[in-house]
């Protein structure tokens, strides 16, 4: 399973807030909900997140093995 390594606070880290992220049309409002609640999100917005921090993806997201 992918799981989220804080992208929001690596995003706020490089000067976009929320508020900012959508008023500028740089990541949607229920992109931003998804990415709070931990569901998957487009490999375009990685794409974003990793060019508005200059990450790398593995930087923002990891690969846990789920547990059965």
């Given at each position: 399973?992918?799981?989220?390594?804080?992208p929001i606070g690596k995003l706020?880290?490089?000067?976009?807030?929320?508020?900012?992220?959508?008023?500028?049309?740089?990541?949607?409002?229920?992109?931003?909900?998804?990415?709070?609640?931990?569901?998957?999100?487009?490999?375009d917005t990685i794409d974003t997140?990793?060019?508005?921090?200059?990450?790398?993806?593995?930087?923002?997201?990891?690969?846990e093995k789920e547990r059965l």
């Amino acid at each position: 399973m992918i799981v989220y390594l804080d992208p929001i606070g690596k995003l706020q880290q490089a000067g976009y807030s929320t508020y900012r992220l959508r008023k500028e049309k740089l990541i949607s409002n229920g992109t931003i909900v998804r990415i709070r609640a931990g569901l998957s999100i487009s490999t375009d917005t990685i794409d974003t997140i990793c060019r508005l921090c200059d990450c790398q993806p593995g930087d923002i997201i990891r690969y846990e093995k789920e547990r059965l």
